[in-house]
């Protein structure tokens, strides 16, 4: 390790302080922008999507026009109108391809209660699952008039294991305490069997559902199922979690591929800008390069120093750059979010990325450095 | 003994072709034998050649016509890999404006010059320190050029000629820069240094007192050298 070529790099660009600091401000930039928004793009899809993974579902099903003339028109909470289609359709929507699976559901609201006709059979896509119960147990296919109840209705109810609850004509034996967190667009108060919810809402809802709730076999493909599912059923609506999301919230949702576009446009940008401030170091030191070939130094070694200087501007604004990148994340997810994930690929490609843009920035003022005739060099001033 | 010529320059000449078409013979087919171990001085008016004959023996600039040979390298046609190696190895540089690097101290500018060989880190800084010892610059190793006298950044210059230990040291106005007391003592370093490891040494300069330290004057006018001495 020769320490010459170091020191002499760090030094230039200490004596160049304001280029220096443009240079590095220009990777800072990069780099942060490429952190922060795709660590907050992610966050914010993990967010999002995290409520309805923990009740198994990338896609909810529902159709917001008439399909049948009969049958309730049923109300999701989150100011969506579902209307009632026939429970078969969910096998077709199971055949689909990619979805591993479709649940049937029935939600019905009254006032601000809402219930929910559930298959119990289904333990891994549903809208309460086992593993949601808190007191008591789940329920089973054969049950009838019992339910399970949400813990935060219950507590406001007085209502207990035992304790009866009621909704429109149905009454209810209170068998299991639940804790869904499924995000406003499925808050639910009471979970019964799917053919007691039929009987207890109005109007003849045999064999009819309003949800079907989708969970399928390869997440980077929702959105094109969304979209084959909804062109496929006529006047159905698909909500994938990032929809959800619009929906229920303000703050910033970009995709991750418009961030990479982003930071693949500032990077450009700045790799031609700090390209410019190079030439403009190189041609400022023009003896010194004279000199150095002088005294032996070949054309490899003196594009090696200017690589070297611009791969340390590099390193520093790739460092600031991911340490601005995952604070600006943490400002933009914590508003959403319990915490913020910053994956370390994401990182180590914003360093790689700042490291890669120093050295291609200092590959032509380099080639021009080592083009220069050692006499011309040596005669400038 | 006769000693043998480690610099043979035959029907050299460099000629410059000007933007405005014109064309200037810097060095005008000269003939020139230098034994080994000589201090030879050349002397000569401003725009003489003599920079020039010092690029072409140090292989910094190629000829128009003619032969150099420097320790049997013919310089006429080196490559530019070939006349870095040259460089490297068989030539050491003082310049009258010292050409030190600014943003490196004494002791780094000594080592720039080794950096690029293989020799050890250690070796390097011991080399590299022995040298500003001999020039008595032991105590201004880890200074800044900017923080030396022009003296001492000439001594500086010249332990960073002696690191590869060349076997041929081309002095260019060495003490051009420097007031005559500095200047002696700059070429008795020179003088010293090369004779105790038996360099040869082409010293081109303005200044009087160097005949004191020279084996051999000679001097150029308009490219040519005019009368040997």
Redesign the interface.
Known sequence: ?????Y??AW??M??RKHRTIINIIGYVIIVATLVAIVTTARGWEATTAQPLKQIGTDLIFLYSAPVVPSGSGCYIVNHLFSFPFEQSKVHDIESFEGVERAVPILMHRMGAIVLVGIDPSETETNAVLPENVLDGRFLASEDKNVALVDLEYAQLNNLTLGSTVGYMKGRFEVVGLVDVDAGNILKSHIYVNLPVGQRTIPDNNTGLVNVALLSVNDPREIEEISNALTEQFTGSTVIAAKDLAAKTSNALAIGEETAWNISIALAVVTVLFTVRSQIAAVSERK??I??????????S?VVSQIFIESAFQGIIGGLVGCVIGVGFAWFFLSGISGGTFVDPVILVIGFAAAVASGMLAGAYPAWKAAKL???EA?RAI | MQKNNIIKIENLSRIYRLRSGEQVKAVDNIDLEVPEGQFLTIVGSSGSGKTTLLNLLGGLDKPTAGKVTVDGTDLSGLKEADAVKFRREKVGFVFQAFNLIQTLTALENVEAALAPTNISQAERLERSMSLLESVGLKQRIHHLPVELSAGEQQRVAIARAFANQPKILLLDEPTGNLDTATGRDIMEICHKNSKSNGQTVVAVTHAEFVRDFTDRLIYMRDGKLRQIS
Do not use: D, Q
Not at chain 1, 1 to 5: E, K, L, S, Y
């Open positions: 390790m020769h320490m010459v070529p020191s002499y030094r230039e200490r004596r003896r010194e004279g000199i150095f070939k002088a005294i032996g130094w070949s054309r070694n005739s050692p006499t040596l």
